[in-house]
């Protein structure tokens, strides 16, 4: 025991002079784990030496005796529930946009929806949290991000809007370098206490405006925080039990964005075993009642059986998808294909617009009658603000293609809007 010990201690201090010199990708992952770095260096050195298994054992008992404990939450009075009923989602036991038809095409009972995933966003990592910073104040503040984007909820709401995909590790923030490390996740799966804090007053602030919230788990950007498999799995468990803690029943799941994205380190989130975290999210009820799962993939790409099997919903993404009768086709596909029963299909990301045209991927979906999700970034050249997930965020309908696809919502729908965009 005490050569373990003393080879353990060894390769602490060579470990030091190695994180010295060490590459920026390595160093990233250290420096963002803040109050877990302590006790998970040893364990990435080790595993640099392939000598993991001589302290991993004793990493485990600190984890469990030293980390953090499941969040408490201050319960809220659900005001909102949505639910599935065949290929119809239903806001308080009543289909979505009622008796609702726009040039021949019904669209009750469809989930018109917006890419918002960075609402709870915050960098771990001092190196780079100077690439968000406000252009009024040259400062980032994650506490003004979420406000600013609550503050917007009410003019989507009026526009027809009635959800909002948020994720628990962002997006891509479209900064000039990487590095940058947001999640909602320490390195064990635990919850962070002020991402969640973030999360509950939006969550809140849809349940009063009747919105439904899907909210994604994992990005393979940041996916890399959690150390492993058992990571992964704790961190499912500790947020559904959140939102039950919560009294939540306006919030969908979306275990992970893009699961046949090959950059997910962890083989647990990629497309043929995703499944596995869907049934464990399902799992976990509550007074009887539990939270309706899925996950997403690429442009283009359609579910594995495994994942149509599981989920209760489909997403779907229409990056990459330039012609318009593709979207119609991969709706079709999926209704097609092995292991699907009546449920309902959403597009929750696309990057093309042309809504002023007659014909768009969003008509193109909702004609199929699936619901589509409108999804914006800050292009070069772009001013601030425009796009919805490049950070920092200007969170109002402020810019053309946020006005133009507003506009062309609020015409779907039938909203009336007090200040309507043009």
């Known amino acids: 025991m005490s050569g373990r010990i003393a080879l353990a201690a060894t390769l602490f201090v060579v470990g030091m002079a190695v994180l010295a010199s060490a590459g920026p990708e390595f160093k990233r992952v250290y420096r963002a784990q803040g109050d877990v770095a302590a006790r998970t260096n040893m364990a990435m050195i080790a595993r ?101 984007f609550i503050d917007a909820m009410l003019s989507w709401r009026e526009h027809g809007l009635i959800a909002i995909t948020v994720n628990l590790q962002g997006g891509n923030a479209h900064a000039p370098h990487e590095g940058w490390v947001n999640s909602a996740f320490d390195a064990y799966g635990e ?35 959690l150390r492993e498999d058992s990571s992964i799995r704790r961190a499912v ?12 029943r306006n919030v969908l ?24 975290l869907v049934e464990q999210a399902k799992s976990r009820v509550r007074n009887g009642y539990r939270f309706l799962v899925s996950s997403s993939l690429r442009g283009g790409s359609l579910p594995p059986p495994a994942l149509v099997k599981s989920a209760d919903y489909i997403i779907l993404h229409g990056n990459g998808v330039d012609d318009q009768y593709q979207i119609a086709s991969m709706v079709y596909a999926v209704r097609a294909g092995p ?6 299909i959403v597009f929750n990301e696309d ?29 070069r050249g772009d001013p601030f603000k425009a796009g919805f997930q490049s950070v920092p ?16 919502l609020a015409k779907i729908t039938g909203a009336n809007p007090r200040n309507p965009s043009p």
């Open 48 to 148: 640099a030496f392939g000598l993991e298994s001589l302290v991993r054992p004793g990493l485990r008992a600190a984890s469990r005796t030293q980390g953090p404990v499941p969040l408490a939450v201050v319960p809220m009075t659900a005001k909102t529930t949505v639910s599935i009923e065949g290929q119809r989602f239903l806001i308080n036991g009543a289909p979505t946009y009622k008796d609702r038809v726009w040039k021949g095409a019904p669209i009750e009972g469809l989930l018109f929806n917006a890419r918002m995933v960075q609402a709870t966003f915050d960098d771990w990592n001092p190196d780079t949290i100077s690439y968000w910073a406000y252009p009024d104040t040259g400062v980032w503040d994650p506490v003004r991000n979420t406000a600013e």
């Open 393 to 408: 965020v200007d969170w109002r309908i402020s810019h053309e293609r946020k006005r133009a696809f507003f506009g062309l």
């Open 339 to 344: 292991n699907y029963r009546p449920m309902p």
């Open 253 to 276: 799941i979306e275990i992970g964005n893009e699961c046949d994205v090959l950059a997910y380190d962890h083989a647990i989130l990629r497309c043929d075993r995703v499944h596995e």
């Open 351 to 379: 990057d093309h617009y042309d809504f002023d045209q007659p014909s768009n991927n969003f008509v193109a979906a909702t004609r199929a009658y699936a619901s589509w999700g409108y999804f914006d970034r800050r292009y």
């Open 191 to 225: 919850l962070h206490p002020a991402y969640f804090d973030r999360l509950r007053a939006v969550i809140k602030k849809a349940d009063d405006l009747g919105m439904v919230v899907i909210l994604g788990l994992f990005y393979f950007r940041n996916d890399e925080v």
């Open 237 to 248: 468990d500790r947020t559904i039990d959140w939102l039950h803690g919560l009294g939540a």
